[in-house]
T-cell receptor, first 113, second 114 residues
Framework: GENVEQHPSTLSVQEGDSAVIKCTYSDSASNYFPWYKQELGKGPQLIIDIRSNVGEKKDQRIAVTLNKTAKHFSLHITETQPEDSAVYFCAASNRAAGNKLTFGGGTRVLVKP | KAGVTQTPRYLIKTRGQQVTLSCSPI?????VSWYQQTPGQGLQFLFEYFSETQRNKGNFPGRFSGRQFSNSRSEMNVSTLELGDSALYLCASSLTGGNTGELFFGEGSRLTVL
């Protein structure tokens, strides 16, 4: 089955700096790669996603890149703000698996003011 | 528009008991998925239901079961509870059954097994 690895497990950045989280996946059939943000006491919330027919996607301060050949994808957050502090999860799925997501282990991001 | 609602939010059980968790999806959503979140294993897929049919199942023992009703509400049941079942159980709903739409997560039901 699919295996998703995520690095780093913790990330501390100064407010205004950029943060980068990287994930690798194992199943070449995976075609959907969402990123979720989970704040304390809440469920994960989708912040951006990318499909395998696209190499990069941006939404304001957040961007995701996908390298299908190398089977890795990354989340980039620019101009970080204290409210970006949370746990971020990458995930992967393929069409045959329906809404089954395989998640990475998570990255705890701390943005220091 | 109301989000995904999970009840109860917190519960404490003892080993050997059983528990039933409930999930009300976003109105109009027909897919409901369940995930277990623990510090050690992270987020793991339990099962997905679409139009009252189980479409997919994760690698969990048969003690974990679920069902979906005609109004798309879903329940999951864990029988013969073990200490390792202590976790946050998350429900997610989606408009479609394929991986073409966003999953919306509820805030979870935190189960503690003593």
């Amino acid at each position: 089955g699919e295996n998703v690895e995520q690095h780093p497990s913790t990330l501390s950045v100064q407010e205004g700096d950029s943060a980068v989280i990287k994930c690798t996946y194992s199943d070449s059939a995976s075609n959907y790669f969402p990123w979720y943000k989970q704040e304390l006491g809440k469920g994960p919330q989708l912040i951006i996603d990318i499909r395998s027919n696209v190499g990069e996607k941006k939404d304001q301060r957040i961007a995701v890149t996908l390298n299908k050949t190398a089977k890795h994808f990354s989340l980039h957050i620019t101009e970080t703000q204290p409210e970006d502090s949370a746990v971020y999860f990458c995930a992967a799925s393929n069409r045959a698996a329906g809404n089954k997501l395989t998640f990475g282990g998570g990255t705890r991001v701390l943005v220091k003011p | 528009k109301a989000g995904v609602t999970q009840t109860p939010r917190y519960l404490i059980k003892t080993r050997g008991q059983q528990v039933t968790l409930s999930c009300s999806p976003i109105s109009g959503h027909r897919s409901v998925s369940w995930y277990q979140q623990t510090p050690g294993q992270g987020l793991q897929f339990l099962f997905e239901y679409f139009s009252e049919t189980q479409r997919n199942k994760g690698n969990f023992p048969g003690r974990f079961s679920g069902r979906q009703f005609s109004n798309s509400r879903s329940e999951m049941n864990v029988s013969t509870l073990e200490l390792g079942d202590s976790a946050l159980y998350l429900c997610a709903s989606s408009l479609t059954g394929g991986n073409t739409g966003e999953l919306f997560f509820g805030e979870g039901s935190r189960l503690t097994v003593l």
